[in-house]
Every structure is written in structure tokens, then in C-alpha cells.
């Protein structure tokens, strides 16, 4: 590993800080070095606040040491004005001589035009320093550009024979198929993403809240089906402890977004242009099986994480078919946990 990689791997260390408080905005990192040592450090702040450049050079105590410094970033510092002014124009403001970049910025506001700003300056620009490994990190920024739709992530539980339900309960809450410690990485799970979905047939079953609370972190915003608007308002989906968005398709109610269900091979296309338009990143799908077979079928995911727990029910509601290359598998005690990813 050459000196270059050294420090954007020390970028995509830092930036994950930043998972589940910058969305919509992407995780960057930023490293500012003087004679080989590490001078400054930063990563993005919670969304509507300083990028991560802006807190590098923030935590330079002797700002005269960047003018013979080099910034490390892993995505294109940007050009535009949003919520806080162009990272570009603080790098050549402070005379940085030397700008090293994980990967360019697809966005179209940026797309390039920050490197272009930086080299007419002046700066020494190297772009693709572990390109591919600074992609993967912000997948849910490059996913919602790009192919104008939410990350999307499958998650479920299924017993040992590959149920996810028993055939019958007696009661309006989950029965649980894993250990305390898979839903706990559960809940931490949710607060990394964006928002979490499940169908009308999930919420009736079990009467969820959907909130982060095994772990700390944010609440996800909860999208809810619900083609023929049957779900009661004093359900736990609709309590004031997160955003609650209802997917119907009903076009009379203005509460709620409506897609057209009819078009049977199209439903999740159409959710996912719902969550586009509503600016949502990333989307975990906790179930049913209904709703998660609807977005294997239509090919719309990009990850898909599965427990198996040693319960045996031996009848009850079938576990997603799918098909897709397992990128990492553990033992967490009696429960096996496998991420697969989309080929």
C-alpha cells in the first residue's frame, strides 16, 4: 500500500462516522498531511452542517502549514452552493497545493467540476486512490444518483426450515425466530439507514413501531403499504415517535402517496419512485414475505441480509426465494447471520 492509499484509507476509517446522520448526504472523510504527518481531520457532519474538508482544516491548529500541505478526501470536495458553501473554494482559499481523491462525485451539481475548479487553481490533483473501495463505502449516495432510486436492503429471519411465520399465532406481536443480540444488530441496523418498509399484511400481524430502540441512533422514517388504506391510525406505525409515510392507492387521500397496483410487475418501481421523490437514500425491508418477494421479483435490491434461528416450524409462511452471491456469513451465537449481495 502506497502513501496515497495509506491516508484515504485512513479517510474511509473516519468517515464511517458519519453513517446514519449525513443522509441524504454522502460519508466523507478527509485527512490533511504536512511532512508525513498527520496535521488535521474530519468527517461529514450531521446533514445541514460542515462537510468533512470544511472540519479537517477546522482542526488545523496551524493554519500556515497548509500551504505546504495535501489534502486527502474520499469524494470529489464540491462545487456548488447547498446548505454550506463550495469545499472546493475553502481547499483553494487556504492555498492547499495538493488534492488526493478516492473518487469522483456523480452527483450532476458536482460531477467533475470541483476537480476542474481545484487544477484551475493551480492544486496538484490525483484522482482514484481506492476508487472502487471509496464507491462501495458511499453505495447509498452513488445508488440514489445514479440509478434514481433508494439503496435497498432485504432483511428477515427464517426458522431453520426456512419459515419466516409460524401458520398461526395467538397474539398481535412478532414471534421471535432469533436471539436478543441479532435483534439488537437489527435495531442498530435501522439506525443506519434512511427509511424502513413493510406491507399492510406485517402491521396487522404484528403491530410494530418500527423505531430504533436496542441500540442508539436515529429512527428510520417508517413507510408503510397499504393499498386499500384497512390500517388503523391507532396502530404503533402511526405513534409521534417517527415519520410515517403511507403507500396506498387511494389518490383521493392527500396524506398519502398512491401508486397504481395494478400494474402488477411494477410495484416496487413505483415505490421506489415514490422514495426518490421524498429524497430517501437507503430503505431496509423487514417484510412480509409478500413485500420482499415483490422487490426480488422486480430485481430491486441490492443487499439482502438473512438470519436463520434454530426454531423449527414446520408449516407456516415461506421465506423469500432469491437467488445472489453471499459477501459475508457469522455466527452470532445460536443464530446464523448471511449478507448477500445482487448479481
Known amino acids: 500500500m ?19 446522520s449525513t443522509r441524504p448526504n454522502p460519508m466523507v472523510g478527509s485527512v490533511i498531511v504536512h511532512n508525513n504527518k498527520i496535521i488535521g481531520e474530519g468527517y461529514t457532519s450531521t446533514y445541514g452542517g460542515n462537510h ?5 482544516i477546522n482542526s488545523v491548529k496551524n493554519k500556515a502549514l497548509l500551504k ?19 469545499c472546493s473554494d475553502l481547499i483553494i482559499k487556504h492555498n492547499i497545493p495538493k488534492v488526493v481523491i478516492g473518487c469522483v462525485d456523480d452527483f450532476e451539481k458536482v460531477a467533475g467540476l470541483g476537480i476542474k475548479k481545484l487544477k484551475a487553481a493551480g492544486c496538484e490533483v490525483i484522482v ?5 473501495e471509496c464507491r462501495l ?3 447509498r449516495f452513488f445508488t440514489f444518483h445514479n440509478k434514481k432510486r433508494p439503496y435497498i436492503i432485504l432483511k428477515w429471519a427464517e426458522s431453520s426450515d426456512s419459515f419466516i411465520a409460524p401458520k398461526t399465532k395467538n397474539e398481535q406481536k412478532p414471534v421471535w425466530i432469533t436471539n436478543t443480540f441479532s435483534r439488537q444488530l437489527v435495531h442498530q441496523w435501522r439506525g443506519e439507514e434512511h427509511a424502513i418498509l413493510v406491507g399492510t399484511n406485517t402491521v396487522l400481524a404484528d403491530n410494530p413501531s418500527l423505531t430504533t430502540r436496542d441500540f442508539v441512533g436515529k429512527n428510520p422514517i417508517r413507510i408503510v403499504l397499504d393499498r386499500s388504506e384497512k390500517l388503523s391510525n391507532k396502530l404503533a406505525v402511526f405513534n409521534d415517535e417517527a415519520e410515517t409515510i403511507v403507500i396506498s ?5 392527500k396524506k398519502n402517496e398512491s401508486i397504481n397496483w395494478d400494474l402488477k410487475n411494477e410495484i416496487a418501481k413505483q415505490i421506489c419512485s415514490v422514495l426518490y ?8 425491508i423487514e417484510g412480509g414475505a409478500k413485500t420482499l418477494q415483490t422487490f426480488i421479483d422486480e430485481n430491486l435490491w ?3 441480509r438473512v438470519f436463520t434461528g434454530e426454531t423449527q416450524f414446520k408449516t407456516g409462511v415461506r421465506a423469500p426465494k432469491f437467488s445472489g452471491q453471499v459477501i459475508q456469513q457469522e455466527k452470532i451465537i445460536s443464530d446464523v447471520l448471511k449478507i448477500y449481495k445482487n448479481d
Open 2 to 20: 502506497n502513501t496515497n492509499e495509506t491516508y484515504i484509507k485512513r479517510c474511509l476509517q473516519i468517515a464511517k462516522n458519519g453513517l446514519g
Open 52 to 56: 468533512a474538508e470544511v472540519n479537517a
Open 68 to 86: 505546504e500541505a495535501t489534502i486527502y478526501v474520499t469524494l470529489e470536495p464540491c462545487a456548488h452552493y447547498g446548505k454550506t458553501p463550495p
Open 128 to 132: 482514484g486512490v481506492l476508487e472502487n
Open 137 to 139: 463505502h458511499d453505495k
Open 249 to 253: 392507492g387511494n389518490n383521493q387521500n
Open 277 to 284: 421523490h421524498k429524497n430517501i437514500n437507503s430503505v431496509i
Open 302 to 304: 441490492d443487499e439482502a
